[in-house]
DNA sequence: TTAAAATATAAACACTGTTTATTAAATTTG
DNA sequence: CAAATTTAATAAACAGTGTTTATATTTTAA
């Protein structure tokens, strides 16, 4: 029976074909301006053949982001290496924010998005970035085992780091740094100065 | 010479129903499921008067902005009352937090849209919310120059608040918190100690 | 070789933002 | 007051969108 196994192949072959040339437009243009016809045209097969593989534009984006995810994790497994808890926090907190200042439009797919969250949904779909949290609330733990920060609750903690890190990389990506009256390289000190201060202060 | 002030004052008022069924519609429907028909349609004109009035959807979008930040400034001299410069600090933080969660789709509007922010543009467009944001580099000068805060630079001051403030408003907005496996009362609570717990750790 | 199943697509549907040519109304001028 | 002119509103069209359906085309099974 290889002929069905053939065929799962060219089936998988065709859906990593489409999410290719999804990604790199959706990095390139960003999601909205990217259609369904634009990437049909770029694989050179009709706008109908994609909906054979992948059922509307947002399945797109999940598979995406799935990827997307795998990348942030990946980065964190390669630059988060020391085995000092606090280092190790300090590591995460500088390649959390560098990967999202390196790959905005990634950033803004991942956690800006607001369309496709569907807030109100169950969702299976959005297990995603779990495991990055995850990476984040085990660092912490470590660290507040060995009562070497500030923090009293884990989740909290969590909560509190990842909203820092989150909103200078967030609003660095969306331009709202604009408001202040400074150029691109002062910000981007100033950004770095932010984190390390934070570190600082939720050292014990 | 009435005649032209009556014509004057008629095209504001037409500019203004239209912007009033524009802000209503982008705040429970959203900006991207607007359409210039709908609003068209809710005023009882064609779609092609809204562009006597107002050049594109992006320039609505503008106005409304402008709008919000007003009520976002507006909130800040409500709230933030107190004469103490820690205190006036600490009451900006949570009314800054509070006012998003009160108002997402407004929130999302000012802050998160990266749309019409065109990154490139020279803009003079986007003056706004320099003026809520000035408020807050006043209101932590206040601080700093009395010793009350462990920053040195009030810039960098600024950006950490106001990154801590966006991070958990726009984490909130954009259903990210659904990451951690907590229900939504829990969040609301972890978010309020955030804030508690940084506003200490700044203190001096 | 023919019948059946799988795959691809052209064409259509109901939308979108925006522009243009046309019509209707209000105002100014003779 | 009537005619000419400016102003305001719109219908229709253009080029695009995500998605569905009915129609080929190709591949597999009998």
Redesign the interface.
Known sequence: MGISERKERDKQEMRTKIIDAAISMFLTE?Y?KTSIRNIAEKIEYSPATIYLYYKDKDELLYEVQRQAFEKLELEFHEKVTSADPMERLEQLCYTYVRFGKNNKEMY?LM?????P?N?VEE?ET?N???DS?DFLVKCLSDCMENNLL??D?V??A???V???????V??D????????Q?DETS?NI??E??IG??LK??KA
Chains 1, 2 share one sequence.
């Open positions: 960003g909205e803004d956690f800006m998005m607001k369309a969250m807030c969702d959005w995603n970035n779990t949290f500030r923090f609750n989740m909290t969590a909560l509190s990842w909203s820092m890190g989150h909103g200078l967030s609003l990506v969306s331009c709202r740094f604009k408001a202040m400074m910000i100033a950004i100065e932010a201060q934070y202060l939720i």
